[in-house]
């Protein structure tokens, strides 16, 4: 039976330190999975408390990430909702109030220990003793005379057990005592991680907590705050950690290397390595979840009606950027022609220095895209396959030109075929695949020549290296004066040689 059919409120919510991660993309998807598949909504939350490591281009990152994956929010930041603020350091008042709500209820309370004393605890390897959570008035008054700032600490129960159910694993407990008394109000008026986002999740009203198998032990805790608020907690679903693409370890924060290639955990590494959201949203999809055991090519549209988080596999996978690649080349070879070329023309301008807009209206561009489909996995892997069909004539060179010879023939031999390949393109009519194609052959065989070696010089005349979408497409591509003209600089440069 499904987890749930009634709409779902899932939030991600991430720290704005640094650039967004694959991890955190994969938590992303699953939560935005869910709130399609239920009708529900999808919030995204900034939880920046941690100004110490704030970074204020991170939020841009996150914004970039999420929206080339398609994973659009009906809540956040930049489009309110009706739970705004959606920032924690602009909601401080709201923890403010609910911080002390639970001192005046007798929930938490206020301690007064220094930060020497603490030191003094953890250098004996010793938990925060509790001993400012019976303080009298007296003793609290004291302490304020003195000028000691204080921070707000939960009074978590000192017996019984603590449960917290996962949808994925079943129930996690702890021994409530083993919660020793955590800060929830730092002494500077802002809340700790663990009092925003307890507040937060109950007045967003969320659902469903998806988040890293890391934040396991904090659970208890969260759910013993949801408890001294009174209020019922959201279902949590603690997803299985991403490992390494060696299955060594979990996935670094950092780049890593493995077999001398080297693997970026970065979402941003991957929007300008060419990949496409469609296969990145593929393949981060079944890291952890199935679409049904056997498919390994799925669409949003599939994915959305078929997705449930009790499918979930609690294990660990390791990264299999193979797969990625190989989704991604069979996500382009799919494209519609048109899409392709949208898609291609930021790369290209970018690598080759050309205008995106004017590629897009050249029709050299239409003519070479079913020339390299199935020849690329990647967006950036086109650039030098068609890079020689936007260059000048002069600016393909040949700095060896023994590669213009074909093979099993001479020098000599070379130059005889690239002159009767001249005569045949500035003859040949029409200037067209078939008709080049069958004079190119016809005269090969006059000459005696093998067709592979006759073709060879040509593909290296016109594209100034021996590996080259098909050849006489690439004729049509540039056209006859092009194409003549490079012939003629290459038996240039093969004449000089042979002559040497």
């Known amino acids: 039976m499904p987890h749930m059919t009634k709409p779902a409120r ?17 938590t992303a998807l699953f939560d935005w999975l869910m709130a399609r598949h239920t009708g529900g909504q999808f919030i995204l939350r900034v939880e920046d408390t941690d100004q110490k490591r704030y970074n204020p281009d991170s939020v841009q990152f996150i914004f970039d990430g999420l929206r080339w994956l398609g994973l659009e929010w009906d809540e956040g930041p930049d489009k309110g909702g ?5 920032v924690q350091s602009e909601r401080r008042e709201i923890y403010q109030q609910y911080a002390e709500w639970l001192v005046d209820q007798g929930k938490a309370y206020r301690c007064y220990t220094s930060e020497a004393e603490l030191e003094e605890l953890r250098a004996k390897g010793q938990p925060y003793d509790r001993r400012h959570r019976n303080l009298t008035a007296a003793q609290r008054a004291a302490f304020e005379a003195e000028g000691r700032s204080s921070v707000v600490r939960l009074a978590a129960p000192l017996e019984g057990k603590t449960v917290v159910h996962d949808v994925i694993r079943g129930d996690i407990v702890v021994e409530s005592a ?18 925003a986002v307890v507040v937060d999740d109950h007045l967003m009203e969320i659902t469903h907590v998806l988040r890293g198998e890391e934040w396991i032990p904090s659970a208890p805790l969260h759910k013993l705050v949801f408890d001294a608020f009174g209020w019922e907690a959201p279902a949590f679903v603690h997803l299985p950690v991403i490992l390494d693409p060696s299955g060594k370890g979990k996935m670094s924060k ?27 949203f593929n393949f981060l999809a079944t890291m952890g ?26 294990k660990a996978a390791a990264l299999p950027f193979a797969k990625l690649d190989w989704l991604n080349g069979v996500y382009i070879r799919q494209m519609e022609a048109n899409a392709l070329k949208q898609a291609l023309a930021p790369y290209l301008a970018r690598d080759l220095g050309l205008d995106a807009a004017a590629l ?25 396959l068609v890079d020689w069909a936007f260059a000048t004539a002069g600016t393909i060179t040949y700095p060896n030109p023994a590669l213009l010879i074909g093979k099993k023939l001479t020098a ?31 005269r090969a065989e006059a000459m005696q020549i093998p067709v592979g070696s006759f073709f060879a010089p040509f593909r290296v005349a016109i594209t100034g290296r021996t590996v080259a979408p098909p050849l006489f497409e690439s004729m049509v591509v540039l056209g006859r004066a092009e194409t003549m003209t490079r012939v003629e600089n290459g038996l ?5 040689f042979a002559a040497e």
């Open 10 to 26: 899932v939030r991600f919510a991430p720290s704005p330190t640094g650039y967004l991660h694959l991890g955190g993309l994969r």
């Open 82 to 86: 009706p739970f705004a603020p959606y």
């Open 178 to 195: 083993s919660v020793a008394d955590p800060v929830l109000l730092k002494s500077d008026g802002l809340p700790t991680y663990h009092l």
């Open 254 to 280: 950092r780049k890593s290397v493995v077999e001398g290639k080297e693997f970026s955990p970065f979402v941003h590494d991957y929007m300008q390595a060419g990949y496409l959201p469609d296969a990145m």
């Open 289 to 314: 979840w199935n679409f049904d055991g056997e498919r390994e090519v799925f669409s949003r549209e599939e994915a959305i009606e078929r997705f449930d988080v009790a499918d979930i596999s609690a």
């Open 360 to 384: 897009l209206t050249d029709p050299r561009l239409d003519a070479l895209i079913p020339l390299i489909r199935e020849r690329i996995k990647l967006l950036t892997e086109a650039a030098p």
């Open 412 to 442: 000599a031999q070379s130059v005889d075929v690239l002159r009767a390949g001249l005569e045949l393109l500035a003859a040949v009519e029409p200037f067209e695949l078939p008709a080049l194609e069958a004079d190119f052959r016809a």
């Open 492 to 496: 240039a440069a093969l004449t000089s």
